[in-house]
Nanobody, 115 residues
Framework: QARLVESGGGLVQAGGTLRLSCRTSGINFKIYAMNWYRQAPGKQRELVAT???????NYTDSVNGRFTISRDNAWNTVYLQMDSLQPEDTAVYYCNTKAWGNNFWGQGTQVTVSS
């Protein structure tokens, strides 16, 4: 059974920086693409960034150039470096992967950006 555990959220002022981590277990981490999603109050969950097993990256337009997704296969961990944070980035951030045809999610970590 896959297990994903996020950490690194918090309260930061606009323009600030946070680094989220997602430690995984129970899967052969290096062969799976990893995703970061976020869900703001009253909004649908949205895909923020993806990193494939080969290291290719994709971002939603609103974070492109400010966020960086990376992975460390030795530590079975995926990261999301978030720079130039804005109040509209406030959300619960979730780590996700699809393994054995199933979606697996972490518990989420709250990111709050004050203006």
């Amino acid at each position: 059974q896959a297990r994903l555990v996020e950490s690194g959220g918090g309260l930061v002022q606009a323009g600030g920086t946070l680094r989220l981590s997602c430690r995984t277990s129970g899967i052969n981490f290096k062969i799976y693409a990893m995703n970061w999603y976020r869900q703001a109050p009253g909004k649908q969950r949205e895909l923020v960034a993806t990193i494939t097993s080969s290291g290719s990256r994709n971002y939603t337009d609103s974070v492109n150039g400010r966020f960086t997704i990376s992975r460390d296969n030795a530590w079975n961990t995926v990261y999301l470096q978030m720079d130039s944070l804005q109040p509209e980035d406030t959300a619960v951030y979730y780590c996700n992967t699809k393994a054995w045809g199933n979606n697996f999610w972490g518990q989420g970590t709250q990111v709050t950006v004050s203006s």
